[in-house]
Nanobody, 115 residues
Framework: VQLQACGGGFVQAGGSVRLSCAVSGINFGINTMTWYRQAPGKQRELVASISSGGTTNYTDSVKGRFTISRDNARKSVYLQMNILKAEDTAVYYC??????????WGQGTLVTVSS
């Protein structure tokens, strides 16, 4: 299983970034996919999830600003992040949860939001 995330970078507060994650090695369409993040000095937190059927969930701090989506044909999951705040600064990880008794993590992509 491989998860390759990209799209991070430096953005000003109020701006937008779109993260992408390409997944290989699994039957992508039947699996829930998630995005986590880890800010400096903080624990990792679940940001958003999307089920195989397209049901989405978000942590409260990003509701209304972030959108998770998936393209099963491209075996990819995305995180559109709008109205970014300094507190969104973190390394973002694409994660395949609970597949074959473990979670599978991508390498992470850094998003830095300047205020």
């Amino acid at each position: 299983v491989q998860l390759q995330a990209c799209g991070g970078g430096f953005v000003q507060a109020g701006g937008s970034v779109r993260l992408s994650c390409a997944v290989s090695g699994i039957n992508f369409g039947i699996n829930t996919m998630t995005w986590y993040r880890q800010a400096p000095g903080k624990q990792r937190e679940l940001v958003a999830s999307i089920s195989s059927g397209g049901t989405t969930n978000y942590t409260d701090s990003v509701k209304g600003r972030f959108t998770i989506s998936r393209d099963n044909a491209r075996k990819s999951v995305y995180l559109q992040m709008n109205i970014l705040k300094a507190e969104d600064t973190a390394v973002y990880y694409c994660v395949l949860p609970k597949w074959r008794s473990r979670d599978w993590w991508g390498q992470g992509t850094l998003v830095t939001v300047s205020s």
